[in-house]
């Protein structure tokens, strides 16, 4: 059922449909050559397309440059697209739409637009449904916007800009990728008419007529007799002379014109494709796999493409026409690919598949009673194979260090957890990442969902010091183990030792902190090329995932693994220190892994009192995923072991410290500048704090403390008012309480998506003037404060809240407010940037 009623009528009044407007000629087809084009391509540099776009229409009779065309365009329509609500849900509606001759034919002329540079496309709405029409594009002026009624008028006469259509102007080629394919096409056509010629010329027997040099009778009867036997190369020349016929080989001949043309079409193949072999043959079937994974590519890059025109382009002209898209978007699912016969086994042995998915999938009846059933004979299971030496780990991970120009050593997964086949393989297909600990208990993070938002955040300009998502990724997963120790370690422990509970869980989010402080620099650093020019967000997701992969799947199960066990340690060791009466010492014992470090074995047998310093450096785990441990003891004390190296990070006893690694001596830490690490710590206490998260269809969230401290009517205030932001416009914002943990006075909330601390305010002046500026102005008392988001609940003339927006803006007043937002009584938004109205108003000050 549609969410909204439906207009068919123009969506501007008496808007005039542009195919009525102009006058619409054939194409004008010559002779091409390289001189014409490169003079059709001069003259499209000056904004003249004519005759490079009549070129292009000629040069697509061309079969293979067309069907290398039409198989991008096919990749396409052909694509499983559908209309997704935020929740989930589908609209019966836009489905409807979406299977229209129509809406293909709006998806074809949509990535035409990659070919031919352009295209503008006016969609029309009748009670049929929406009929599209597309502009000539001889017609279009897109420099000025407008469409021409002949197509050799320089000028248009019919502005667009206003009007209900999708312009598509595509920036990876200037006048299109058929501009690179025209040569390769001329040249072709030329070659296929000179190789024509000569089949003509040598191809057929040549017949030679000899006769005497004294007898002319016979010279005519020779060509009479040739002429009437039909079309045919023949030499009449006298007895007397000598005639040699050369016939060229090799290179020389027909191979040359074939090698020639075979050429021009892989040119044109990879023009187009960016790859030869899935249209032609290839050598191998290694490089033809190469070169579809290099055509999906394209069609993804294509599909990408296309969905930014339908959101950004269509969607607004849709909803302005009461379709129920507000809240939607277009979608191109990801296909799923097809699993193999055991990799759906592997699947059952972890998840229920019910049986009929199998006979469906695969065609098999169900079996009756009494039926024969054919199995699968059990095979011994294999021994598996031995885990990497901690040698032959490291040396391959040395390879990966977490930042080359701060340090050398970064945590390698020496004794791994390993994750099955199967969970790796759910893995990839949901973009979750599973960790194991010891007792083979996984815990499972959705890293594709909180890695883009993060990465949306930090492309937007959010200048957090730590990324709330990122942040995430490490500290839930790192609260998970810990949590699971505390939980074994029994209700009494964690009556007795709560604050100690709090602060080690605490410190663990510090850690989070620092190390995501340092993957969000990285990131930031990947936003602009060498030349220092942004780069495109799927340039920069693609470097950011190679990053996130160390950060967040190989780091973070040793990380994962390090906290448990040194959670582990710290809760046995609060448990010996009560019973120390009856075991006074500790004894080091063996790693449990299978390969254990030579290092690490000559501390086993080491006992020493409970309370030794020697404790403070050398308790367990004493390196990235060792396995060592200790147990209490009432044992002879032995000498203390000769000073070998522990690194600086775990020469820590987590049962006295409350941390599971030393924090200051990690390079996430020491890479951090002196001036920002209380901040950092700061952020993590504020980040752990536990609030209740309320999402709406429009993709905003709101955030509210479990502990929310604020008065009724500055809570209902700010309530209200940032609901409206989060359920209508998609904000994101965290409210705050009234005073922060050190008891300095908060900011009504935060934005998520920028990072700024925002102030809300509810006016109820009757001049538009002084309830902006006196807004702006109250908000601006409070130094920390860089958002002013006002909710006018009066209805105010334009040209007084630009009195009041300068009014408070002019000179040094309020300098530390970055964005403003208002949002109107009638329910309309306007965000403006500070320092831009500040240089504005500047100008018109000098002026």
């Known amino acids: 059922m549609s969410r909204n009623k439906i207009k068919t009528g123009n969506s501007l009044k008496n808007q005039p449909i542009i195919i009525n407007q102009i006058e619409v000629k054939p194409v004008n087809r010559q002779i091409l050559d390289i001189g014409k084009w490169r003079t059709a391509l001069q003259s499209a540099d000056q904004g003249r397309r004519t005759s490079l776009f009549n070129m292009y229409e000629d040069i697509l009779t061309d079969g293979v440059l067309g069907d290398a065309i039409d198989k991008r365009i096919r990749a396409v329509t052909g694509a499983d697209l559908t209309f997704q609500y935020a929740d989930g849900s589908e609209s019966e509606d836009m489905i409807n739409m979406i299977d229209t001759e129509d809406f293909e034919y709006l998806l074809q002329e949509v990535i035409k637009a990659k070919f031919w540079h352009m295209s503008v496309i006016e969609p029309t709405f009748d009670t049929n449904g929406m009929n599209v029409y597309s502009v000539p594009r001889k017609h279009i002026r897109p420099e000025t916007k407008t469409i021409a009624k002949l197509e050799n008028d320089p000028d248009g006469q019919i502005p667009y800009a206003d009007l209900d259509v999708i312009e598509v102007i595509s920036r990876e080629h200037k006048h299109g990728l058929l501009l690179r394919a025209c040569p390769y096409a001329i040249m072709k056509r030329g070659g296929i008419g000179d190789w024509a010629q000569m089949v003509e010329l040598f191809g057929m027997p040549l017949r030679v007529g000899k006769y005497s040099i004294y007898d002319t009778e016979a010279r005519k009867a020779l060509q009479e007799a040739f002429n009437s036997q039909g079309a045919a190369a023949t030499l009449i020349v006298p007895k007397e002379t000598d005639i040699d016929t050369t016939t060229q080989s090799g290179n020389g001949g027909g191979t040359l014109y074939k090698d ?29 796999q190469v070169h579809k994974e290099v055509e999906e590519e394209v069609n993804k890059s294509d599909l990408r ?18 379709f129920p898209v507000k809240g939607g978007s ?14 759906l086994i592997s699947l059952a042995s972890i998840i229920e598949i019910p049986a009929y998915y199998f006979q469906e999938k695969f065609g098999i009846p169900a079996a009756d009673k009494g039926d024969v059933i054919a199995r699968r004979n059990n095979k011994p299971e294999t021994d598996p194979e031995p885990e990497a030496s901690p040698d032959e780990v490291k040396e391959k991970k040395s390879k990966k ?6 340090f050398a050593d970064a945590p390698t997964q020496e004794r791994g957890n390993k994750v099955s086949f199967a969970t790796r393989l759910i893995d990839t297909i949901t973009g979750r990442t599973t960790l194991k600990d010891d007792d083979g208990d996984s815990y499972t993070i959705d890293l594709n969902k909180l890695l883009n938002e993060a990465l949306k955040e930090v492309y937007g300009g959010n200048d957090d010091l730590v990324n709330e998502n990122l942040f995430r990724i490490t500290n839930d997963a790192l609260q998970h183990g810990i949590d699971k120790e505390v939980k074994i370690a029994g209700v009494d422990f964690g009556k007795k030792n709560q604050e100690f509970i709090d602060e080690f869980k605490g410190n663990a989010s510090v850690f989070s902190a620092f190390k995501n402080h340092q993957q969000t620099k990285e990131l930031v650093g990947l936003l602009h090329d060498e030349n220092g020019n942004l780069r495109s967000f799927r340039e920069f997701k693609k470097l950011a995932l190679q990053i996130s992969k160390d ?41 449990t892994a299978s390969h254990k470090r030579e290092s690490h074995l000559e501390y086993v047998g080491t006992i020493l009192p409970i309370h030794h310093s020697w404790w403070d450096t050398h308790m367990p785990p004493s390196d990235w995923n060792c396995a060592c441990r200790v147990r209490p003891t009432d044992k002879e004390v032995t000498p203390v072991p000769g000073e070998e190296y522990v690194p600086p990070v775990f020469q820590n006893n987590p049962g ?17 500048d002196e001036g920002l690490r209380d901040d950092i710590i700061k952020s993590a206490e504020e980040l752990r704090e536990d609030y209740t998260e309320k999402k709406f269809r429009s993709g905003g969230i709101l955030q509210t403390p479990k502990n929310f401290r604020q008065n009724a009517d500055e809570e209902a205030k700010n309530i209200r008012a940032y609901t409206l932001l989060a359920k209508d416009y998609g904000y994101k914002y965290r409210l705050l309480s009234v005073v922060d943990k050190d008891g300095h006075k908060n900011a009504d909330a935060k934005n998520l998506i920028t990072g700024l601390l925002s102030d809300a305010k509810i006016p109820i002046s009757k001049s538009g003037k002084n309830a902006i500026q006196n807004s702006i102005k109250s908000a601006s008392n409070q130094e920390i404060v860089s958002e002013v988001y006002i909710y006018l609940g009066r209805d105010y ?6 009195k009041g927006l300068k009014a408070s803006l002019q000179g040094d007043r309020a300098s530390n407010i970055r964005e403003i937002i208002i949002l109107t009584k009638d329910g309309r938004l306007k965000r403006y940037d500070a320092d831009k109205l500040r240089e504005l108003f500047k100008k018109k000050g000098k002026n």
């Open 260 to 288: 020639f043309i075979n050429t021009l079409d892989e040119q044109l193949l990879i023009t187009i494709l960016s790859q030869t072999m899935t249209t032609k043959d290839g050598a191998s079937r290694s490089q033809g």
């Open 305 to 322: 493409f296309v969905q930014r025109v339908l959101n950004h382009k269509l969607k607004p002209i849709l909803e302005r026409r009461g």
């Open 330 to 343: 277009f979608v191109f699912p990801k296909a799923i690919k097809d699993l193999t016969v055991e990799e």
């Open 401 to 406: 260090k977490l930042f080359d120009h701060f």
């Open 551 to 591: 950060y967040n799947i190989n780091w973070l199960q040793t990380e994962y693994n390090t906290a448990i066990r040194s959670a582990r340690a710290a809760i046995n060791y609060r448990k010996w220190l009560e019973t120390e009466h009856l075991y006074p010492n500790l004894e080091y014992l063996e790693s």
């Open 656 to 672: 006295k410290t409350g941390e599971f690694v030393n924090i200051k001596e990690t390079p996430y830490y020491k890479a951090t």
């Open 797 to 802: 003339k334009n040209v007084d809240i630009w």
